[in-house]
């Protein structure tokens, strides 16, 4: 219990509540808000008013740590989300028809880019049992050699899930980089077939369903 002392401005507390405070502020530094961790009765004294301010601090400051945790997790949910829809958008694969899908793929391809569109089509072709893949690079200005390998590995892929693959659209600067990169003689499966355009691409593919057998080695 608090005594008043012959000076007014004087309190005695007990090491006891004192204590209690500073239990109350650990807790509050680790973030444990446990109502009973932060539960505070204060005495109905002098000191007892310091008491009820700081359990009101205290709870106030818990419910603000934790709104603001909320609101955090929510961005971040937000922002995966957003960042999915982004990378959906950079790597668009289209049914063309059935069971022909196309990867348009338009500005920058660097080595990680590349990886990441090879993991969507592979997830894209098992999904869908699509039995040709176009990759149109007609977008594509330019490759250097990292890149050009990625491109090649990803066909490689594509055919590893017995899809027929091929490349359209590689403009006379990419044929001129592939050559001097010399990243087309890479044993066996490094073997594809280009065509000029989309639309070659397309009767290419359809022949092969007509009269290829059009099925997807398994």
Known sequence: MAENDDDD???????????RLGEVLAFLSIEAFDEENLSLTPTDDEFGVTEQMFSEFARDHAAAVLEL??????????IE???EAVKALSTPILDVWDGVLTLPIIGVLDAARASEMTERLLERIDV???????ID???VDELDGETAASLL??????????????????SPAVANQLVALDVLDDGPGASFKTLRS??????????HLKFGGGGRAR
């Open 9 to 19: 401005d004087t309190i005695v507390v007990s090491r006891r509540r004192l204590a």
């Open 69 to 78: 945790q909320r609101a955090n997790a929510e961005r971040d949910v937000l």
């Open 81 to 83: 989300k957003l960042t």
């Open 128 to 134: 869908s049992d699509a039995r040709c893949v176009i």
């Open 137 to 139: 690079v007609t977008g």
């Open 153 to 170: 590995k990803m066909i490689q892929a594509a055919q590893l899930l017995g899809a027929y693959a091929v490349i359209a659209g590689i």
């Open 198 to 207: 989309l639309k070659d691409a397309l009767r290419d593919c359809l022949r």
